[in-house]
């Protein structure tokens, strides 16, 4: 199966330390089938649903988050909250 | 994910310290949100540090969600204390409640996490002890 992807750099001060982690982890529970990320496009891909191993992945700021997911909107959705600096400045 | 409270895995919070506890409980709160029930205790029922039996399963009661409860706590005779209250559910809960072994903090709050997205007990427990800071 062919999945979606997107990439977006992180640019929130912390990076994807824990408040972030929590709410990509949340979103990303909210869709079916896979959704996973990366640090690079080759990967390793972790699950997104997974905060041990999305806190695990310890992306700082600068980073550029991939994602693949198997519905096109779980990649919007999840751009988009990077995007907003996850609605959180503080980490 | 589930938004109903009763749908999800409930959490307990057991430290020695009521402050601890309460900290912990409100960076759940914060972190995760409202979507899982969600009770603490901590403190000697005398004042000071320390855990009670009968505090710790009012905490279970309080947060209790037929999902079953998941129970994380600090130091020693906090998991003996707890091991007691569950001791002394009724059978029915008893096999209901999991006691985390993982930092009291860090795990409560990946098992919310968890626990929001209406993971089982088992999944729940299972992230929490997967935690490694």
């Known amino acids: 199966?062919?999945?979606?992807?997107?990439?977006?750099?992180?640019?929130?001060?912390t990076g994807l330390h824990a408040r972030p982690a929590v709410k990509l982890t949340k979103l990303a529970k909210t869709?079916?089938?896979?959704?996973?990320i990366a640090l690079a496009a080759e990967g390793p891909w972790?699950?997104?649903?997974?905060?041990?191993?999305?806190?695990?992945?310890?992306?700082?700021?600068?980073?550029?988050?991939?994602i693949?997911?198997?519905?096109?909107?779980?990649?919007?959705?999840?751009?988009g909250l990077a995007a907003r600096d996850f609605d959180d400045g503080a980490g | 994910m589930s938004g109903r409270q009763a749908d999800n895995v409930g959490i307990v919070i057991v430290s020695h310290s009521a402050e601890v506890a309460r900290g912990a409980?409100?960076?759940?709160?914060?972190?995760?949100?409202?979507e899982v029930r969600l009770a603490?205790?901590?403190?000697?029922?005398?004042?000071?540090?320390?855990?009670?039996?009968?505090?710790?399963?009012?905490?279970?009661?309080?947060?209790w969600s037929d999902a079953?409860?998941?129970?994380?706590?600090?130091?020693g005779g906090a998991g003996t204390n707890s091991e007691m209250a569950i001791e002394m559910l009724p059978d029915e809960r008893r096999a209901r409640v999991a006691i985390c072994a993982a930092p009291v903090v860090e795990g409560a709050?990946?098992?919310?996490?968890?626990a929001s997205g209406g993971a089982p007990l088992a999944a729940v427990r299972a992230a929490a002890e997967a935690w490694q800071g």
């Open chain 1, 1 to 13: 199966m062919t999945l979606a992807t997107g990439a977006v750099p992180l640019t929130n001060p």
């Open chain 1, 31 to 36: 869709f079916a089938g896979t959704v996973e």
């Open chain 1, 46 to 66: 972790i699950d997104a649903r997974s905060v041990v191993r999305v806190m695990a992945l310890k992306a700082p700021r600068g980073a550029v988050l991939h």
């Open chain 1, 68 to 79: 693949r997911a198997a519905d096109p909107a779980a990649v919007a959705a999840l751009a």
């Open chain 2, 25 to 34: 409980a409100e960076m759940v709160r914060q972190m995760v949100g409202p």
């Open chain 2, 40 to 63: 603490w205790c901590g403190g000697a029922p005398g004042g000071g540090l320390g855990t009670s039996v009968a505090a710790i399963g009012a905490a279970i009661d309080r947060a």
């Open chain 2, 68 to 75: 079953g409860v998941a129970v994380l706590f600090d130091l």
């Open chain 2, 109 to 114: 709050i990946i098992a919310a996490v968890e």
